[in-house]
């Protein structure tokens, strides 16, 4: 089982996080679906999410504390990770309620700390997708790295990448 260290900054998001003050960074897209072909369903988008998560091992990991406390957190391996914790159907097709709802939440600290909702077809026909990972596991800029499970740049996906 891989594990790291939280750095002491990395921790202060932890600390400071309260009920009304959360500390995920987080982005939503909407996306008009494709014109030559039916649009993905929400399985097959979270199955696609789930093929790619190799390329971001960090997404596997939950935080677990360190014997006695003597120091800051560790990011260990979710021997219990189960993509549908985090990948997860939007429960309306409006996306401002969509985005509102989802920013609003706190992270479950029982899971990895990043989350997925997927609005396979909005009131105005597009895919709605809002994705959120807590601050002590990630930056602004590594956030978009949860983007990149979904898109790829050339329309024809590569090859998919082994899991082991």
């Not at 995920?24 to 993905?40: K, S, T």
């Not at 979710?78 to 429960?91: G, K, L, N, Y």
Request: glycine share 4%.
């Amino acid at each position: 089982m891989s594990a790291s260290r939280l750095t002491s900054l990395d921790a202060s998001f932890l600390e400071v996080e309260s009920s009304t003050a959360h500390m995920h960074v987080g982005w939503a897209a909407a996306f008009a679906p494709p014109a030559d072909r039916r649009a993905p369903s929400f399985t097959e988008l979270r199955d696609h999410v789930e093929s790619r998560l190799c390329r971001a091992p960090r997404y596997r990991q939950m935080l677990a504390d360190v014997p006695l406390g003597v120091n800051e957190l560790v990011c260990v391996d979710d021997p219990e990770f189960d993509v549908r914790h985090h990948v997860r159907r939007a429960r309306t097709a409006d996306y401002r309620e969509l985005v509102d709802d989802v920013m609003s939440r706190q992270l479950d600290g029982d899971r990895p700390l990043w989350e997925l909702w997927i609005a396979n077809r909005l009131d105005d026909g597009r895919i709605g997708i809002v994705g959120k990972a807590h601050h002590c596991i990630v930056d602004g800029i590594a956030a978009v790295e949860l983007a990149t499970l979904l898109l790829d740049p050339t329309p024809e996906p590569p090859p998919p990448e082994s899991d082991k």
